[in-house]
């Protein structure tokens, strides 16, 4: 995976404007991490293979952090954000993938874009 630059991951994100598309997020604080730490509250979000169309993608941190976050804009006015975004890759089977990865090199958070439904 590539460290996101702006300017790249806009024109991409651009590029699935105005069509439907399949959205795969994740958001984790780290599974079990209330094992480990009991100070730890354990939260997290996973939706897989959610149909949306978006009119509108944008970008934006990575100024002073190195995280990022999306926002997709929906047909329906609804939204779509992610925070904590760190790298991006564009899969061999047309998927955008963007993941965001803590100081641990662990996954925080992930937003994928597919024009067609991911692998169950």
Do not use: C
């Amino acid at each position: 995976m590539k460290k996101i630059v702006k300017q790249d991951v806009q024109k991409i994100l651009t590029e699935y404007e105005n069509t439907p598309v399949y959205l795969h997020v994740e958001i984790t604080s780290g599974m079990y991490a209330s094992h480990l730490d009991d100070n730890i509250f354990n939260a997290g979000t996973f939706l897989r293979n959610i149909q949306v169309e978006f009119i509108q993608a944008t970008i934006r941190g990575g100024n002073r952090s190195k995280e990022h976050r999306v926002g997709l804009k929906l047909a329906n006015g609804g939204w779509v954000y992610v925070l904590g975004l760190t790298h991006y890759i564009e899969g061999e089977n047309g998927e955008f993938i963007m993941h965001g990865f803590n100081a641990e090199g662990k996954l925080a958070s992930a937003l994928e874009i597919s024009t067609k439904p991911f692998f169950k």
